[in-house]
């Protein structure tokens, strides 16, 4: 079992940045591959981003790639999303997603705001 709580969503100007964190509970966190997806108002939830356990691939959503970064401390249970230069486009309810052995775990999310 494992349990996601993301943090450091907010408002924020066109232009600006943000860092999403997600703290991961569970013994096997190492396992997993660690994931942020993202649901606009009216739209289907999206992939962002996710990471292999090692930390060593990284995959990106077109509309995000140069401007978001993905990063995970096996250590502290953690996976970060760093995202500049944001755009009202990228507002969104981001979840932070673990998958691996068989399971699929999400966060409860968290709101990321973009004015323009």
């Known amino acids: 079992q494992v349990q996601l709580v993301e943090s450091g969503g907010g408002l924020v100007q066109a232009g600006g940045s943000l860092r999403l964190s997600c703290a991961a509970s569970?013994?096997?966190?190492?396992?997993?591959?660690m994931g942020w997806f993202r649901r606009a108002p009216g739209k289907e939830r999206e992939f962002v981003a996710s990471?292999?356990?090692?930390?060593?691939?990284?995959y990106y959503a077109d509309s995000v790639k140069g401007r978001f970064t993905i990063s995970r401390d096996n250590a502290k249970n953690t996976v970060n999303l760093r995202m500049n230069n944001l755009k009202p486009e990228d507002t969104a309810v981001y979840y932070c997603?673990?998958?691996?052995?068989?399971?699929?775990?999400w966060g409860q999310g968290t709101q990321v705001t973009v004015s323009s």
């Open positions: 997603n673990a998958a691996g052995l068989g399971n699929v775990y």
């Open positions: 569970g013994r096997t966190f190492i396992s997993y591959t």
């Open positions: 990471i292999t356990w090692t930390g060593g691939r990284t």
